[in-house]
């Protein structure tokens, strides 16, 4: 990659930071050179960033059915999936995905609560509403 | 120690940390030399481990690789801290700084509020320099390698930060030179380094490390169903990129830092066939952006789904990779 083929063309997921990036000079030498984001980036991480939009949406419709606790929205907004949830809470995951039904969610003792609201970085009240 | 640290933006978060404390202690070495006399190119991919349910595909060696890799060569020797409860993590980065220490840490991307919204995933192996904290807000002074100025971190979403659990959970993981390191005898180290690269790419008896990982990376992608599972078919091949790219080092998979590298060993040691070898590796980087640059299309449905294709550009670029670390063997 030439300085001049550097990617200056914009990657909305960087939020307007710029980044540092190497590319050949004329005299053949590698040097870093600021680039304002390549559309390639941005498409890979938009990808991602979608992907837990859509889990968390679908998750909300299934909390608004009466199907699902509202953890599981909370856990797809915070970018987590059932796994990382259950080693950020130190609980297994089997009791984690029970969690996840209305009805066990519903009768979740004070400590649990606060477990889940400090993995999620949120306020235990917080925890059973929709935004 | 009092001495201002000076910040300089970086396109890899561990080897630029690094570079910054070392030129603090008196020995400035760039990213890139940084980044290949630690050996720290390579390939992996790992089916096993999975992130957000995808495998793990890894350009470089895994985190602290780097760190503790540059221990011998330089002669420097380095303090690792970690802590059971973040009380006493908070407390001790708070000495530390007092004593006029910069501080090397371990981060979790998602936590740290100054991150751009979209990049903000839960990755625990994030290195952040602490150079001090604004006396009135108590916020933290931070050197993120990859962020183009000095920022403010309140201290709450530092600690959160450093203490964030799950896969390579940081700990609170603080680390700073208690010695002054020493320039390394290039004609040894520099040599004695590459050859540890050519291994992990040639040699490795796993077959998912080195040239033979990219191998069997191709032929996952083409066993991917792209008519019945599309949607798992772009979300995989996405991962795929989303690893050559993240905090970025221009979508080379770390092939151009190689070459940097390689530049300056060249000069170092008056061998100007690294500096040949360092031109074939900027190619060979060009190429992994292309294939990034096709995958992205594909996911986007500017060009249809053809996983075939991209696994015959895989295959193409190890079979480069392979003539060229061969290649660099002999030139040893």
Redesign the interface.
């Known amino acids: 990659m030439r300085d001049d083929e550097v990617p200056q063309e914009g990657n909305a997921t960087l939020g307007g930071q710029r980044k540092a990036v190497y590319a050949r000079a004329a005299d053949g030498r590698l040097h870093l050179v600021s680039s304002a984001g390549w559309e390639v980036e941005e498409i890979v991480t938009r990808q991602a960033v979608d992907e837990f939009q859509k889990l968390a949406e679908a998750a909300r419709q299934r909390v608004l059915a009466g199907e699902s606790s509202a953890l599981e929205f909370h856990m797809y907004r915070m970018r987590m999936d059932l796994p990382l949830l259950a080693q950020a809470t130190g609980l297994w995951q089997w009791r984690v995905r029970r969690h996840l039904r209305p009805a066990v969610f519903a009768r979740l003792s004070a400590g649990l609560r606060c477990r889940y609201a400090e993995a999620l970085g949120m306020a235990p009240e917080q925890l059973e509403r929709l935004p | 120690m009092t001495r201002e640290f000076v910040h300089r933006?970086?396109?890899h978060c561990e080897s630029g940390a690094i570079s910054g404390l070392l030129a603090h202690h008196g020995l400035p070495l760039s990213?890139?030399m940084v980044f290949g006399l630690s050996s720290a190119l390579s390939f992996a991919y790992l089916p096993i481990v999975?992130i957000?349910?995808l495998p793990l595909v890894a350009y470089r060696m895994p985190p602290r690789f780097i760190i503790k890799g540059l221990q011998k060569p330089l002669q420097l020797k380095m303090r690792f801290e970690t802590f059971r409860d973040p009380a006493s993590g908070e407390r001790r980065l708070n000495e530390l700084l007092a004593a006029g220490e910069v501080v090397g840490m371990q981060t979790s991307v998602?936590?740290l509020p100054y991150m751009?919204?979209?990049?903000?995933?839960?990755f625990n192996a994030h290195n952040v320099l602490a150079c001090g904290r604004d006396p009135q807000s108590g916020d933290y002074r931070l050197s993120d390698p990859?962020?183009?100025e000095l920022v403010n971190c309140p201290a709450p979403d530092l600690l959160?930060a450093r203490f964030?659990?799950?896969?390579l959970?940081p700990k609170g993981l603080l680390y700073y030179p208690v010695n002054r390191p020493q320039a390394p005898d290039w004609a040894r180290a520099l040599p004695a380094a590459m050859r540890k690269t050519t291994r992990i790419m040639l040699d490795s008896p796993l077959p998912v490390i080195g040239v033979g990982g990219i191998r069997w990376l191709a032929r996952a992608i083409e066993r991917l169903d792209a008519d019945r599972q599309a949607e798992h078919a772009?979300?995989f091949v996405?991962?795929v990129?989303?690893m050559q790219?993240e905090?970025?080092?221009?979508?080379?998979g770390f092939r151009?830092?190689y070459?940097?590298f390689l530049?300056e060993s060249a000069d170092l040691l008056g061998k100007p066939v690294f500096g040949e070898l360092?031109?074939r590796l900027?190619d060979i980087?060009?190429e992994w952006?292309e294939f990034?640059?096709a995958?992205?299309r594909m996911?986007?449905g500017r060009d249809p789904l053809r996983p075939a294709l991209l696994a015959a550009r895989l295959r193409a670029l190890a079979d480069r990779e392979t003539k060229f670390f061969r290649d660099l063997r002999q030139a040893l």
Request: aromatic fraction near 8%.
């Open positions: 933006q970086a396109s990213e890139a999975k957000n349910g998602f936590w751009p919204q979209d990049l903000r995933f839960h990859v962020v183009e959160r964030a659990k799950g896969v959970a772009r979300m996405g991962q990129v989303r790219e905090i970025g080092t221009g979508g080379a151009f830092i070459a940097a530049q360092a031109e900027i980087g060009d952006r990034a640059l995958t992205a996911i986007r």
